[in-house]
């Protein structure tokens, strides 16, 4: 696995950030706290999963690189 990057990081504390937002408004019975966690919970994975991809591109990239001797 390489390193994460920026988008992968924001990404996954952006998804913890807001389960813990969801399970605090469900338990507190605030359905505007619940659904602002659900939102980011949601951004979160997508940018963790574009920063995924990213790194994934980056890594094929210089593999080929490697393999071409550059």
Known sequence: MGI???????????????K????????NADPILEQEGADQRRSGEVEHGFGKAR???GEALKD???KIGR
Do not use: H, S
């Open 4 to 18: 994460r990057n920026e988008d992968e990081v924001r990404g996954k504390i952006d998804e913890t950030v807001g």
């Open 20 to 27: 813990v937002k969801e399970k605090v408004g469900r338990a």
């Open 55 to 57: 790194r994934k591109v």
């Open 64 to 66: 080929v690189g490697n």
